[in-house]
């Protein structure tokens, strides 16, 4: 398991950062565009996360052919679908949450003809 994570090492502290970043934005912005920028690196960073722990140097496609297969112990070592499938569905939607956030933020904008969280709330006063 730490020869795996030794490999990983550079996704790991990607997706950390990744994270990191948009946690910052997302906290310390106060523009509504920003903030949904934030909120869409945070989803690259845990993406990018799933994808780092489940990959496996060793490991071969999940898809069993004639040459297609490595053998290590006596077991055939195959990669784990299932986290692919779940960021493949995590970016599907991540694609519709963000086109719904982007049309409530040009409806608010629309409104109240600024982005700024401040101002809007000094505006419903």
Do not use: C
């Not at 692919?84 to 933020?105: D, E, K, N, Y």
């Amino acid at each position: 398991m730490m020869e795996v994570f030794l490999q990983n090492w550079i996704y790991l502290i990607g997706a950390i950062s990744l994270f990191g970043i948009g946690l910052y934005i997302t906290l310390t912005d106060e523009n509504i565009f920003k903030i949904i920028v934030g909120l869409n690196i945070i989803e690259s960073g845990t993406n990018l996360f799933m994808i780092a722990i489940a990959w496996h140097p060793k490991a071969v496609m999940p898809i069993y052919t004639a040459t297609n297969h490595l053998v290590v112990n006596g077991k055939v070592v195959s990669a784990d679908p299932l986290p692919q499938s779940l960021v493949l569905t995590a970016i599907v939607i991540g694609l519709g949450t963000t086109a719904l956030a982007l049309t409530i933020g040009v409806k608010i904008f629309e409104k109240y003809g600024t982005l700024d969280v401040r101002k809007i709330k000094e505006a419903k006063r």
